[in-house]
């Protein structure tokens, strides 16, 4: 999801009502429910929780 989100807010990408549709899914995107273990146990320091949920407003909105 992090890296969909990279491509979605892209000012660049052609592709991202196409990504959008990709990522809206009760398997992909709406598997999340927010809990941060994601964002806890990341190695690298990334925030994975903090972008889905940032795709999530965009579909709200759009």
Do not use: F
Not at 33 to 50: Q, R
């Amino acid at each position: 999801m992090l890296q969909a989100y990279r491509w979605i807010i892209d000012s660049r990408d052609d592709e991202r009502k196409e990504r959008l549709k990709k990522v809206a899914d009760e398997l992909k995107l709406y598997r999340c429910h927010t809990i941060m273990n994601c964002t806890n146990a990341c190695p690298k320091g990334l925030n994975p929780a903090k972008a889905i949920a940032e795709i999530k407003k965009m579909l709200a909105t759009s």
